[in-house]
């Protein structure tokens, strides 16, 4: 950079106000953090955070960086789990959490929403409407709308019943990398037909613009039944899976599973006795109560194909509240007592259980770290199978950090380029350009890159993450 910190810091006040402008180590050091693994480096650390509350300065912030050719990286609220969120050069980081409006018109039958707030607030607000929005990570208590329309992912098997959360995107107020605010979309309910320029700036990871205003149709709420079974291996899960597909059977909203090891976790953390093997949980849905019952009970007929130990209807909120909870503990006890490495392999439907298989056998064989625990849960009817390698110590080295991650990374990719997968959780890009180049070959990436340059000539919006930067 050619100019000094005080500088910057005087230009960019300039722009979004003197209280919106960070430029002390303490708070670099927090925006250079994300959920990966292994500590932040000096090159991750940002010379400044600035807080914009609106396009317009979002657009001079562009215009200034464009000029001084310093990297800007979007912050969401840094919840990826892929290393999207981490600044992979010294830049300065721009968080949206000041861009929080919503407007709801039931009338026009969309809503409006600032990227900056949090997901569950945007679906606090439209309960208001009896409205649901189709987004469910399990961060959403702290991961911005932005961020998950930037990543488009929806979670839970909601892609396999309802769409992700892109399909119910109507348009944009976009910034793009070099300043220009563009309004893409309609205000109708109808989508365009053809090319639709909305579509380039969904799951797009902040590559090609920033995301200033989300329209996104309103989606009836639905009436829910829950669903329990449980299994005595995981394998008879996988095959319920695969005879849902093969029978035509309409995916419930939610299909979530636990293996042997994760349920027992899970289960024993929410005060639940600890089930014989594997559990299965489902939410399935219908714009009728009685249709939401009738799907239950056609369901549980269904599972019953499988070799289930039990299989039942949990009506009690409370009861499901606590297996709901099992999958979210399963987790923090992994990030409680060790480190883990996921990863995601989501395969061709009818190959679910040879694609278990050989995940298991990644995990038991790696060869950063002897001794890993193999240890799965995930969205398995969309399908994901999302694989841990779980280290019961923090203690590891950061150079092993890195070797397990990268290892991990690259022998799931290959089961999903095996397996005719391509994952559908968390965003792609800033993990996956040797996956893209695999499976998509070299010239679709070089078509990606082409891309990125006609947006982003000077390669200003989270610079590093097409390039697979670490
Ligand atoms: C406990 C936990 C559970 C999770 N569960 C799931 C899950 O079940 N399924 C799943 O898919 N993911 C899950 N995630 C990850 C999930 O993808 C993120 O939490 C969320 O999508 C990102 O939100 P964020 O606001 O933190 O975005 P960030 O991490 O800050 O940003 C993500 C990417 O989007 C870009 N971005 C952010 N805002 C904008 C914007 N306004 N315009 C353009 N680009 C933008 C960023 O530059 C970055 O590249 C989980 C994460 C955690 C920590």
């Avoid at 892929?82 to 039958?109: F, N, S």
């Avoid at 009836?220 to 329990?228: I, K, L, S």
């Avoid at 240890?375 to 399908?383: D, K, M, T, Y």
């Amino acid at each position: 950079m050619d100019i000094t910190i005080s500088k910057l810091r005087k230009d960019l006040a300039r722009i979004v106000g003197e209280d919106y402008v960070s430029t002390d180590r303490p708070t670099s050091v927090v925006y250079a953090k994300d959920t990966m693994p292994w500590d932040v480096e000096e090159k991750n650390m940002p010379y400044a955070v600035v807080r914009p509350s609106n396009s317009s300065e979002i657009s001079r912030l562009l215009k200034y960086a464009n000029e001084k050719l310093i990297p800007v990286h979007i912050h969401g609220s840094g919840t990826s789990l892929v290393g999207l969120a981490r600044p992979k050069t010294k830049g300065i980081v721009m968080d949206t959490a000041r861009m929080k409006g919503i407007e709801v018109y039931p009338e026009r039958g969309y809503f409006e929403v600032g990227p900056g707030m949090h997901v569950a607030q945007v679906k606090k607000e439209l309960a208001k409407y009896n409205a649901l929005l189709p987004v469910f990570p399990g961060s959403e208590l702290v991961a911005t709308i932005g961020g998950a329309i930037a990543v488009n992912t929806s979670a839970h098997g909601v892609d396999a019943a309802l769409g992700k959360p892109g399909d119910f995107i109507l348009g944009f107020e976009v910034v793009l990398p070099t300043g220009q605010i563009l309004q893409t979309g309609t205000e109708s309910t109808r989508r365009p037909a053809g090319i639709d320029p909305t579509k380039y700036f969904i799951g797009s990871e902040g590559l090609l613009g920033v995301l200033t205003k989300i329209r996104m149709r309103l989606i009836p709420m639905p009436y829910f039944e829950q669903v329990v079974a449980y299994y005595s291996r995981t394998e008879d899960v996988l095959s319920t899976v695969i005879d849902m597909y093969k029978n035509g059977i309409y995916p419930p909203l939610f299909f979530e599973y636990l293996d042997e090891r994760a349920a027992k976790i899970g289960f024993e953390a929410v005060g639940l006795q600890q089930p014989r093997g594997a559990v299965s949980m489902m939410r399935l849905h219908s714009w009728s109560k009685e249709g939401s019952r009738q799907r239950a009970k056609e369901f549980l007929e269904f599972l019953k194909d499988n070799n289930p130990i039990e299989t039942k209807i949990v009506s009690d909120e409370e009861e499901w509240g606590k297996i709901w909870q099992s999958r979210a503990e399963a987790g923090n006890y992994m990030y409680r007592l060790g480190m883990t490495f996921g990863s995601e392999i989501s395969p061709r439907v009818d190959k679910l259980i040879e694609a278990f298989h050989d995940a298991q056998s990644i995990v038991k064989n790696l060869d950063s770290y002897k001794n890993a625990e193999f240890i799965s849960f995930g969205h398995i009817g969309a399908p994901t199978i999302h694989a841990y390698a779980f280290i019961p110590t923090k203690d590891i080295a950061n150079e092993v950090k890195k070797a397990i991650t990268l290892e991990m990374r690259e022998k799931t990719e290959d089961l999903n380029i095996k397996y005719g997968g391509c994952g559908g959780e968390w965003g792609l890009t800033a993990q996956r350009v040797s996956f893209l180049k695999k499976k998509y070959g070299e010239s679709l990436y070089e078509l990606l890159v082409t891309m990125k340059k006609a947006f982003d000539p000077n390669d200003i919006l989270n610079r590093g993450n097409l390039q697979g930067w670490m």
